[in-house]
């Protein structure tokens, strides 16, 4: 690590990884890559859960080559009913998520129900052979998060949570750049998030600093 590094030579770096002021919602997840894809490689995912957040991010899983939406739950009709409208009348749509699960064509699944409904689908969809993104948070009550781990592990499945504030590529480059050394000594860390969205009337923005020799400050999202 160079103390030397010049505040002209980090900025450099820091463009290099997108984490320049500026940036698009790009830099929060890794773009598809064209290819082409042969029937044997399609994923075939459902929704469970079609509300906001479902409707909201099925869409960027289908930008994924290969992967298709076969199926959607959810406990209200007119939630099914929109599926259709959006998805085409082709998609299977049910109000109980366990008939999606009994399904031997859908590899995986989105659970995008409310909170309390994590932990039970999550560990059904697994014990069932299905790898699962489920929305933050990943459980309601801590205690259920070790039957999830142990259904990921007992199952061997994916499980991802959507926290996807910290899977962002701009924390990938962040950490990265840290390690290379890039600002040398660290003394201040200041988190920042910007959201000048006038449908959601939360303070904008929230900023956070902290000095160091300070432990890294762990934030969490509340969004
Ligand atoms: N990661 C993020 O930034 C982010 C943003 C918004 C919401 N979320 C999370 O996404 C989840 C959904 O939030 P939302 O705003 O879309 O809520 P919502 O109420 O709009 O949608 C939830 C949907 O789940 C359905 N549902 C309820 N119980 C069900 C069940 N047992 N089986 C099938 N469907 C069921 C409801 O009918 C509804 O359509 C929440 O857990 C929330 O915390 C995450």
New binding site residues.
Partial sequence: MSNTTSRRSFIKLAAAGTIAAGATDRVFALEPQERRISAGDKIRIAL???????MGITPSALRVPGVELVAV????DG?LIRSKEVWGQQIATTRD?REILSRSDIDAVIV????H??SQ?SVDAMNAGKDVYC???MVQQIDEGNGVIEAARKNSRIFQV???HVSSLIYQKAKELLAAGAIGKLNMIEACWNRNSATVSRPSPRCMTCSTGVKPMARSKT?
């Fill in positions: 469970i859960g079609a509300g906001g957040r479902g739950a959810d406990v209200y939630r998520y995008a129900t409310p909170d409904w994590h689908i929305e933050k948070p959507g926290s996807q969004l």
